[in-house]
């Protein structure tokens, strides 16, 4: 899900992405609690956002930790 109003996440550390999903949970927190429902539906969908930026960057990660593993199994050989 794309929103021109984010923030441009090439920009954006992990840790600073993982401090966003902090700060809108306590947002969505107040939000819930002052009983506002249209608030509490965008600050999810931005939540939402962000989680998903973090999920393909960890998949990313994973990705070259595993291409990286299939490497070492060529320099073995037990011939």
């Given at each position: 899900m794309f929103n021109p109003l984010m923030a441009d996440f090439s920009q954006?550390?992990?840790?600073?992405?993982?401090?966003?999903?902090?700060?809108l949970n306590r947002k969505y927190s107040i939000a819930a609690r002052s009983g506002s429902?249209?608030?509490c539906?965008?600050?999810?969908m931005a939540i939402d956002v962000y989680k998903e930026e973090r999920a393909a960057r960890m998949a990313e990660k994973t990705k070259k930790m595993l291409d990286k593993d299939s490497d070492l199994g060529k320099l073995i050989n037990i011939d």
């Open positions: 954006m550390k992990d840790i600073d992405i993982e401090n966003k999903i902090v700060e429902g249209f608030l539906h965008q600050i999810i």
